[in-house]
């Protein structure tokens, strides 16, 4: 029946069964127990286990180690703990091995200085399935058993472990030391591990790799290396890329005329793993190991029969940068804007963004611009952020076109970068059809897009102040987001006096008494820019309501506002308003308030 008798009058049969005075069925209650597994896990089954463990019959106490190794024992008991490490020195073995099977289970709840002793113990044991048992329940406690009071007990144990005759014991060995990481790290362990890099077993060999790459740069002394480097030629494919993994993780470290050579020969593996490892660990050791033949060695795997290596070898290739910018690597990545897998064509632009406007050529910018029609949106994404980074060096018509249909994408993220991109392109990529396609974002949905669409319109200036543009900046003065009314107030100041309309002058008067203190002051510089045409009555009295405002930035901008208007903007008012600046708490507001009313003093006076 297994799990679907698991009722409460079912357990509590089989709790009482435990104490019965015939040996069998207590070894079949416990069985049974076993079986139903994790629901089982109450109390009162767990007391009479205990109870079970300390039984003259060697079948009844197996078995209740068993039914114990199978419950997910949420709160470990001393008492719990203290009978299975008991049952660690149990004369029969399988009562042993089942004793270290519970403790597995139980894992770092019964990390103690009796169980990892007992433990230990337990790696010395005649029997080599206890010996791997021990290794797997020190390997479940993981960095708690190697930061315990008996560390050095734990890992002499698992460095004695490594030469166990038994292969399973020494590949249980490597398993634990991986997971405890750099704090086992000691330098008999990693000789240990570099011993077991030569094992004669290949599942020794690849945890060895992976127990060293947990140990990172900690683990990054020669001999390591070379033994890491010496595994690329291991007959095991999976050794081969674990190796690679590992020299990866020690970083810079790990980044030896050796390492290098071994990965690069790594790259015409016959396994498509060991390739895909080697473009990586090569990406990590980034610019530092640009070499001609490194870069080589990636140019031919662009072109290899696996997406994933081709994907790497873009990805290592933007890891190196601009010293990557060889003629041959930007022709090989323009091709692999072409490929048939997506992630490839989106790591390539991200390579060829990285190398920025060493690698805009003619040829780059036509695969960037087709790249803007992609099927996956990453990649078109990714496309505009690539013609962003090679700047005005890439603002032609194409271009212009191209990133103009980027505006009404589907996907909202490409919409953004396309906006940023013409932000960058600025006035140069001002025509007609691209304003109006601004002027169109400046109502997208995603507030992030209307953001950038009002940058790319401040970016260019006069030139994009058109009668359409200034009414959409308008409009967004409301918007719901506050990033995107300062930057809407932003980009009418750029557009100086040609901005300076009516509509445009009260928008920026009610954004004077915006929530927003950033919008405020944003509100102010814009009208500072427009000049005479935007000091009217309605103007001046929201600048002297400004002077009295709760943020300082916001004085400060409104007395700089007042200081550039001049005699204009002397009424008594403002006067009045500045005299009271003049004891503000902030001190550059007094300073400037001084310095307006210095240039006011004619009016002052006559």
């Known amino acids: 029946m297994g799990k679907k008798a698991a009722t409460n009058e079912v357990i509590d049969g089989l709790v009482n069964a435990l104490r019965d005075t015939d040996a069998g069925i207590r070894r079949c209650a416990c069985e049974a127990l076993c079986i139903i597994g994790a629901k089982t896990a109450t109390n009162e089954v767990i007391n009479g286990l205990i109870i079970a463990l300390r039984n003259t019959d060697v079948d009844v106490r197996r078995c209740a180690c068993q039914a114990l190794g199978e419950m997910d024992v949420k709160a470990a008991a001393n008492e719990l703990i203290n009978e299975l490490v008991n049952a660690l020195r149990d004369v029969n073995v399988g009562v042993r091995w089942h004793a270290c099977q519970a403790l597995e289970k139980i894992g770092e709840k019964a990390t103690t200085n009796e169980v990892i002793n007992g433990l230990v113990n337990a790696l010395r044991d005649v ?77 020794v060999r690849w945890h060895a790799c992976q127990a060293l790459e947990k140990m990172g740069e900690k683990a990054a002394i020669n001999e390591v ?23 990866e993780k020690m970083g810079e470290k790990g980044a030896t005329n050796e390492v290098t050579n071994g990965l690069v020969n ?7 793993g060991v390739r895909w490892r080697a473009c990586e660990a090569l990406g990590k050791m980034g610019a530092k190991i640009a070499t001609n033949e490194v870069i080589n060695g990636l140019v031919n795997v662009l072109r290899d029969t696996a997406a994933v290596v081709r994907q790497c070898a873009c990805g290592a290739l933007w890891e190196m940068g ?50 803007l029609r992609d099927v996956d949106a990453g990649v078109r994404w990714c496309a505009c952020e690539a013609l962003e980074k090679m700047g005005e060096k890439a603002a032609n018509n194409e271009v212009i076109n191209g990133l103009a249909n980027g505006l009404r994408d589907v996907d909202a993220g490409v919409r953004r970068r396309a906006c940023k991109a013409l932000e ?36 260019m200036g006069e030139k994009g102040a058109t009668n359409e543009v200034i009414n959409g900046l308008v409009n967004v003065l409301r918007d719901v987001d506050t990033d995107v009314r300062w930057c809407t107030c932003v980009a009418l100041g750029e557009m100086g006096e040609k901005a300076a309309t009516n509509e445009v002058i009260n928008g920026l008067v009610n954004a004077l008494r915006d929530v927003d203190a950033g919008v405020r002051c944003h509100a102010q510089e814009a009208l500072e820019k427009m000049g005479e045409k935007a000091a009217t ?70």
């Not at 290396?225 to 020299?247: H, K, M, P, Q, S």
């Not at 790594?266 to 498509?272: E, P």
């Not at 007395?559 to 005699?567: A, H, M, N, P, T």
């Open 424 to 459: 960058k392109l600025g006035e140069k990529a001002a025509n007609n059809e691209l304003i109006n396609g601004l002027v169109n974002a400046l109502g997208s949905a995603a507030a992030s897009v209307r953001w950038h669409a009002c940058k790319a319109l401040g970016e």
């Open 322 to 371: 601009e010293k990557a910018a060889t003629n041959e690597v930007i022709n090989e990545l323009v091709n692999a804007l072409l490929d048939v897998n997506p992630g490839v064509r989106w790591r390539a632009c991200q390579a060829l963004r990285k190398m920025g406007e060493k690698a805009a050529t003619n040829e780059v910018i036509n695969g960037l611009v087709n790249a």
């Open 127 to 203: 029997d080599a399935d206890v010996r791997w048992y021990a290794c797997k329940a020190l390997g479940e406690m993981g960095e708690k058993a190697a930061t315990n009071e008996v560390i050095n007990e734990v890992i002499n144990g698992l460095v004695n472990a490594l030469r166990d005759a038994d292969a399973g014991v020494r590949q249980h060995a490597c398993q634990a030391l991986e997971k405890m990481g750099e704090k086992a790290a000691t330098n008999e362990l990693i000789n240990g591990l570099v011993n077991a890099l030569r094992d004669v077993n290949v599942g």
């Open 225 to 247: 290396i070379n033994g890491l480097v010496n595994a690329f030629r291991d007959t095991d494919a999976y050794v081969r890329r674990y190796a690679c993994e590992a020299l």
């Open 537 to 606: 009555n309605e103007v001046i009295n929201g600048l002297v309501n400004a002077l009295r405002d709760v943020n300082a930035g916001v004085r400060w901008r409104a007395c700089q506002v007042l200081k550039k208007v001049g005699e204009r903007a002397a009424t008594n008012e403002v006067i009045n308003g500045l005299f009271n600046a003049l004891w503000d708490g902030d001190a550059d507001v007094r300073r400037c308030a001084y310095e307006a009313l210095g240039i006011m003093v004619d009016k002052v006076f006559s």
């Open 266 to 272: 790594a790259l015409r593996d016959v396994d498509a």
